[in-house]
């Protein structure tokens, strides 16, 4: 199933807060927490109700436009790496050092792993800002202008795309061209944010030139999406993982600037945020055999 965005978005504080009652609300309903946590819930929306924050109106941006604009900071503390990195660190040093093409390279974060790993790395992404970083990261690196349906030609022994495939309304295309580049025996690994977070409007932030609010256009893949997509490519899944953040404690607080929404708006609601999100996974873990 392929569930795509408008190209604008009109993002309301209490839009994302009720929905977060709604789930904490939901997982009530079959058990999960007691009569005096739906009480609670429901006086906190009548409260909330009360309330008029205002709303921001967020144009959904082209992928190369929203990374060519985070390029410069893309590399901030991210949780997201702490998934991706060693899942990607345990397939490539397990195999025998070869040539790895990182699809969607970015600035270079996974490329500089799989060369840690002994492997020869080729890059190719489609925003110039981030194969810039990418090539003062890694300069002995091979790096590439180009999309993930028209890589290099191969063969690879390796194929990594990390935080990519949500911006891609067709996983079908992409997974052929994995499949056509690599060799026998290759693998494929495969790091996303996780569906179920896509849908709950986690997706990347930017400020145009304009200054104008946008969020990177991204697409909710759910997981028989890229099963479906592998086994059409002649693609064998080895692993999958579905790993989730640790729990953190969620502090009241105000809304915040725009730019740390949605996550900044749990704090409208820290137990209904906190129970919605429970075992919710980050990410979405892939290895593949061609």
């Not at 932030?205 to 759910?222: E, I, K, T």
Request: charged share 20%.
């Amino acid at each position: 199933m392929i569930v795509t965005v408008r190209g604008m978005a009109y993002e309301h504080p209490l839009a994302y807060v009720l929905g977060l009652e709604g789930l904490a609300l939901l997982r009530s309903f079959r058990g999960e927490h007691d009569h005096a946590f739906v009480a609670e819930r429901l006086a906190e929306i009548r409260r909330l109700l009360a309330e008029s924050p205002d709303g921001v109106e967020v144009a959904h941006v082209d992928p190369v436009e929203g990374y060519d604009l985070w390029a410069p900071t893309y590399d901030a503390p991210n949780p997201a790496f702490d998934f991706d990195e060693p899942f990607v660190r345990e397939v490539a040093c397990r195999l025998s050092p070869g040539v790895a093409l990182d699809a969607a390279c970015g600035t270079g974060r996974v490329a500089a792993v799989l060369a840690e790993c002994g492997h020869r790395v080729v890059g190719v992404d489609s925003s110039p800002g981030m194969l810039e970083q990418a090539r003062k990261r890694l300069p002995d690196g091979e790096f590439h202008v180009g999309s993930l349906t028209a890589l290099p030609s191969g063969p690879v022994d390796l194929v990594t795309c990390s935080l990519a495939l949500t911006h891609v309304p067709d996983l079908g295309p992409v997974f052929a061209e994995f499949a056509r580049v690599l060799r026998p025996g290759g693998r494929v690994v495969i790091a996303d944010v996780h569906p179920e977070q896509v849908a709950r409007g986690h997706v990347p932030a930017v400020r145009r030139a304009d200054g104008a609010p946008g969020r990177v256009r991204s697409h909710c893949h759910r997981t028989g999406d890229y099963l479906r997509a592998a086994f059409a490519a002649g693609l064998e899944p080895v692993r999958c993982e579905e790993p989730v953040a640790p729990a953190r404690e969620i502090p009241a607080a105000e809304p915040g600037p725009w730019e740390t929404w949605p996550w900044s708006l749990a704090g409208l609601a820290p137990a209904a945020a906190q129970a919605a999100g429970a075992d919710v996974p980050s990410m979405i873990l892939w290895e593949f055999r061609n």
